[in-house]
Structure formats: C-alpha cells, structure tokens
C-alpha cells in the first residue's frame, strides 16, 4: 500500500492513437489529453520519438503522485528524469521502481492555478457524491500489463492470470500476465488499470460503464471493473 505521505495524482498511459482534445507539450514533446476531464485521473500520452523523455516513460505506463517535499522523496532513489519544472509553481521528477516509472510531483501554489481548467472533476481520492450517499475511494494499486513470465509469483485460477505482489513496494506496483484462457474482457488484458478501494461497490458502480460485474476472486474480497477514459478502473470492498 502507497505510504501516506504520498498522494494519487493521475496514471499516465502511453498510446500511439490520437485522442480527443489532446495538449501539445513543447518542452517534453508529447501530446496528453483525458486527465482534466477524468474523475480517476486517467491520462493518455502521445509521446513524439524525438521527446526526451526516457524510453521507459515512453513505453511503460506511470502512476504519480502528489509529494510534499520531492528532494526527500527521491533520496535514495533511482532517478530516470528531473527534477524539473513543467511550469511555475510546480516541480516533477521520475524514478524506476520494480520496473516500472513512478511520477512525482511537488505543488508550491495550487493546481488550479497552475494549470486552470474548467472541466477538471472531483479527486476521487477524497469523496465523490453521489444522491443518496457518498463512496470513499482509495488508492490500493496500480496493474500493469506484461507478457513476461519472470515476473509471476501468484497464480490467480479463476481469472486466469499471474500477478506479482503490490505490497512489496510501497507504490503499490502490480505486474500482470494474462492467459490465453482469461475471460476478463480485452480491455482489462491490454490496458493497465488503476484499482480503487471503496466502502460500497454497489453505489461505486452506480451510474458507471460497468465492464465486468462484481464477484469475489477470494474470501472476503469483491472486486468490479468500470470502463472510463477508454481505460479500465478497479473497485475493490474488502469486508
């Protein structure tokens, strides 16, 4: 589980597929687009060949997350890119962790300032209402898609899949292998999803594009899949 002192921002998902209302950033050379639109923070990046950004950032997808001091949290770390400063009031860096890249970014002055925007939704992370009642959702871990075998350690039967334990690191990161054999649909097998703990899967799901229906994939855990952003979402309730 992701230590408190940090806190889920977005995941960044490299595509080489043109996006609705995509960005165009100049200094890294990629094209972003979904993040101010996406109450989960899912963020589609088109990224150009001459970006010079690192080819693990261009390849594997990314989860960042909001830091209070990023010197302190990149002490030690296996720095791949920055720190910098994509704009005023705002400081990003990226490290390597199990594999995979991990964003962090330091606000000096709010982000709705930094980066104004009028179709930005509500941060998932702390509450989203809804009419009856409210659903807390809190990051649990990050799934990223593989093909590769040296990174299997639990067998998942039912689901047909092998994964690696996300408590090993404290990002939790989560490599995932999917089997010819797996009746999850398509896109769960070929796009990494973001997986949210709430307190009623129920009314989390209530009102979204519910791509597989809830069930329990081992005891007194049930898990649901919703499709937001052209990316899949994960709810758990664990009782």
């Known amino acids: 589980m992701v230590k408190e002192e940090y806190k889920y921002h977005h995941i960044g998902l490299p595509t080489i597929i043109s996006q ?9 050379k990629f094209y972003g687009s979904g993040y101010f639109e996406s109450k ?38 296996k720095v791949i890119y920055g720190p910098n400063n994509p704009a005023e009031g705002v400081t990003v860096c990226f490290i390597e962790v199990d594999g995979a890249p991990i964003e962090f970014l330091q606000f000096d002055r709010p982000e709705n300032k ?3 925007n009028d179709n930005k ?5 702390n509450r989203i209402k809804n009419k009856k009642e409210s659903v807390n959702f809190k990051y649990h871990h990050f799934g990223i898609c ?26 939790g990161i989560q490599w995932i292998k999917y089997y010819a054999d797996c009746k999850l649909p398509t896109i769960v097998q070929k796009i990494s999803h973001i997986a949210f ?3 009623n899967l129920k009314e989390a799901i209530k009102c ?17 899949f919703i499709e937001e952003n052209g990316a899949p979402i994960e709810f758990l309730q664990i009782s």
């Open 20 to 28: 609705k209302n995509e960005e165009y950033n100049e200094e890294w």
């Open 40 to 77: 989960f923070g899912i963020e589609w990046l088109r990224i150009e060949k001459n970006s010079p950004l690192p080819p693990l950032i261009k390849t594997v997808p990314h989860i960042a997350f909001v830091v209070k001091d990023i010197d302190k949290s990149i002490l030690g770390q």
């Open 114 to 116: 930094i980066w104004p």
């Open 121 to 125: 939704l509500i941060n998932p992370v």
């Open 146 to 171: 593989t093909t590769s075998r040296n990174r299997d350690t639990v067998y998942l039967k039912d689901n047909k899949l092998c994964c690696s334990e996300h408590q090993v690191n404290p990002y």
């Open 197 to 199: 703990q709430v307190d």
């Open 208 to 224: 979204r594009n519910v791509i597989v229906e809830p069930y329990s994939p081992s005891k007194s855990v049930w898990v649901a």
